[in-house]
């Protein structure tokens, strides 16, 4: 640096040196980051408010990436691609639309081929929940709107400009298409904006007003931070991508007495778990108790793999874990998977529990199981308990 500082060509060359070196560095940047396994997922999360974690539903975001379900399923529409994304159907509303043709209307009546969005994400309570279109750029998404508008969407308000279909919350009958990401079988209100290369979709405009200019993320969450990081070493062992995942509380392992104190945002990982262990049940059987995690349908070398990513406090406790996970697929799944687990501390502070279920060649067993358990309140391999 020195060097380039005494040249005697005046500033010129420092300044395009300089530029190129930054260019340079840049470039490297993005593509690292392009590497890692939760880029999009942390692209998605980037758009999402911290206090989508202050619900009671114990998953209170889940996401789907297109182009990695593609390459894993043969295609973004195939048999093997829509029975994979059945399990988060009915989380994220336009995916409902393939449930009545397998999506052979979806550029019709979306506006945009399913293979040019690159993920679908959802997050808030039934009532106002809302659903993102990752799109390639902001172009596109704009672009997406403008499709909408020529299509029966009107203005509905200038700052921050959304758009709509109908009333808020609204239901038309005369608009129902169950193949219609945009209505439903209900005839639904849409609203929508843009949040940069992202179309937002909710059923009232007010859902939407509060993302214009949100000033911390998810993603900058430090129980969503680690959980990430525990998630792209896994992903780096067997140049895995995440095909879907779902973004997860300490309440999918408990039945808390006291939610909202277990939900707290101003208590750290330590202080959840000892919150947490107040209202565990004395005697249960599980792990130790989380501050939350991530859980994801991963494919990569080998074929798929059931992902699990919990955050703790220390790494003696996430230890702990790594080994109570192997032991509870043993004991309450069917899945015969090989289990492969580790812990990775945080960039401060911080361990990760990671542990990959799998992989199993062309199938995705071991999530879809986990996500039915889930869905049918059975073996819940996420159980936080007293004793192991």
């Known amino acids: 640096m020195r060097r380039i500082n005494t040249l005697a060509m005046g500033n010129a060359l420092p300044v395009r040196v300089t530029a190129l070196i930054s260019g340079a560095l840049l470039g490297c940047t993005v593509a690292a980051a392009a590497e890692r396994t939760t880029a999009t997922l942390e692209t998605a999360l980037r758009n999402v408010p911290k206090s989508a974690l202050m619900t009671e539903d114990p998953m209170p975001v889940v996401f789907t990436d297109v182009a990695a379900l593609s390459e894993a399923a043969g295609g973004p529409l195939s048999d093997a691609a ?33 293979d040019k969005i690159s993920y679908f994400a959802a997050f808030g309570p039934a009532n106002a929940r809302i659903a993102y279109w990752g799109l390639p750029d902001a172009k596109a998404a704009t672009e997406l709107l403008g499709t909408l508008k020529a299509n029966g969407f009107t203005d509905v308000s200038q700052s921050p400009v959304i758009l709509a279909n109908g009333e808020p919350r609204g239901i038309k009958l005369s608009q129902r298409a169950a193949d219609n990401p945009w209505t439903g079988p209900m005839g639904q209100t849409s609203a929508v904006m843009t949040l940069d290369a992202t179309v937002a979709q909710a059923s009232a405009p007010e859902d939407l007003k509060a993302l214009a200019g949100l000033k911390t993320t998810l993603a900058d969450d430090e129980t969503i931070a680690l959980a990430m990081r525990g998630l792209d070493a896994a992903g780096r062992e067997t140049h895995g991508q995440i095909v879907q995942a779902a973004v997860v509380t300490p309440l999918i392992g408990i039945s808390a007495t006291d939610p909202a104190a277990v939900l707290d945002p101003g208590k750290d990982k330590t202080q959840i778990a000892e919150e947490i262990k107040k209202q565990v049940e004395q005697g249960s059987v599980g792990l ?77 067993d071991a999530f879809e199981e986990f996500m039915h358990n889930y869905m049918q309140r059975g073996f819940n391999v996420l159980q936080i308990g007293s004793r192991k």
Do not use: H
């Open 82 to 114: 829509l029975r994979r994304m059945a399990s988060f159907a009915q989380f994220i509303r336009p995916l409902g639309a393939l449930t009545p043709n397998g999506g052979k209307t979806w550029t019709a009546k979306a506006g945009i081929a399913f």
């Open 288 to 364: 130790p108790a989380y501050a939350g995690g991530i859980f994801a349908d991963m494919s990569g070398d080998g074929g798929s793999a059931f992902a699990v990513s919990l955050a703790y406090g220390n790494c003696a406790d996430a230890k702990a874990a790594v080994s109570g996970l192997e032991a509870r697929w043993k004991e309450g799944m069917k899945s015969t998977t090989a289990v492969v687990g580790k812990t990775v501390e945080g960039i401060k502070a911080g361990c990760a529990a990671v542990v990959r279920f799998g992989p199993t060649a062309n199938t995705a």
